[in-house]
């Protein structure tokens, strides 16, 4: 959390609290994936250079406390973020498959050190994991919160599979985009906020309050990857950008800018990225050198660039005012400033 937020000083007592839970749901998902295999031990301990913002336990934390401000951070709360996390962890090493990435986090991914079928296979078994250590949580509680984290995972890999479905296709629409990023990336994050209320003893209509929290925020955080991947700098994101054009894959300004631009500016713009083949002579540019300024160029013709930033930041005021029935607290306020926090991040 700390990574992407900088709170005031009243606010660095629950600061601390959710860092200490943080250690305490890096055992918990460490401790589930222990293996008596050197090999698979290997790549479970290689993929902590994944871990990053920790932002959805963090979510089920904060959430926790902020539905019920005299709460602790329960031995549940701990468990859930750690699953979490793991189900995070699984869909990256995933979709490093899919992207045909080679870095993560400026070091070097799974796929890249052992190949596909490794990766594959150990996104998997995180994917096992999860559910194994969901399983752990006793009574109703605890098999309502397996069957959301079931539904959960299926709804993600519905996304990514809608999202497979649309690649290449470059008369996607904002609603067909919109449906993708709620799914794939939104909808855990989404989990992880109603997750952290039930766990504190929140009433359903409560919970569904920082649900859509959650649904509003990951929609905005996947926004900001998408403006990140196209003006945003490698040596501070950690991975190699502009990778959504060179696969097809249309995010929100490149969706807008076709949409709005006139018929010679989209032939060009097609050019320029690629569209016409994989030997185009526009897929050069926009993978080489000077690709940010030629894109961002381009974008900038039809307000393309302001137009996906202003809908993020409209997004995040939508996940603020989710909250306004809940009572003011400490965790309440870190979470308002972590929404805002999610637009102005340059990784």
Do not use: W
Request: charged share 25%.
């Amino acid at each position: 959390m700390s990574a992407i937020l900088d709170v005031p000083p009243d606010l660095l007592g629950v600061q601390q609290t959710i860092a200490d839970a943080m250690a305490r749901v890096e055992q918990r998902f460490n401790d589930a994936l222990r293996t008596d295999l050197p090999p698979v031990e290997a790549l479970c301990r290689h993929i902590e250079s994944y871990r990053g913002k920790m932002l959805r336990p963090a979510l089920v934390a904060l959430c926790g406390l902020a539905a019920d401000p005299g709460s602790t951070v329960s031995e549940d709360h701990i468990t859930v973020g750690a699953v979490c996390e793991m189900i995070h962890m699984a869909t990256l090493v995933h979709d490093d498959v899919l992207d045909e990435a080679d870095v993560r986090r400026k070091g070097a991914t799974v796929n890249r050190l052992h190949g596909n079928e490794a990766a594959v296979i150990l996104g998997d078994y995180l994917f096992s994991a999860a559910y194994r250590l969901c399983s752990s949580i006793p009574g109703p509680l605890g098999q309502r919160t397996a069957l959301l984290i079931g539904q959960t995972g299926m709804t993600l890999c519905a996304g990514e599979l809608l999202q497979l479905h649309h690649r290449e296709d470059y008369s996607l629409d904002e609603a067909t985009y919109f449906e993708i990023v709620e799914r794939k990336t939104a909808s855990l994050i989404a989990a992880s906020c109603r997750l952290g209320a039930l766990h504190a003893g929140a009433p359903d209509d409560l919970a569904e309050r920082f649900a859509e929290f959650g649904m509003r925020l990951g929609v905005a955080f996947q926004i900001q990857d998408d403006l990140l991947d196209l003006t945003g700098s490698e040596a501070v994101v950690g991975k190699p950008l502009r990778r959504d054009v060179e696969l097809g894959k249309l995010t929100l300004p490149l969706i807008h800018h076709l949409a709005a631009a006139g018929q010679r500016q989209r032939g060009r713009t097609l050019a320029l990225i690629g569209a016409d083949g994989p030997d185009a002579a526009g897929a050069a540019a926009v993978g080489g050198r000077g690709a940010k300024s030629l894109l961002q160029a381009v974008l900038s013709e039809t307000g393309s660039i302001e137009h996906a930033r202003e809908s993020a930041i409209a997004l995040v005021a939508r996940a603020r005012a989710a909250l306004d029935p809940v009572p003011d607290s400490p965790a309440k306020r870190v979470l308002l400033l972590m929404a805002e926090a999610v637009v102005d991040r340059a990784f």
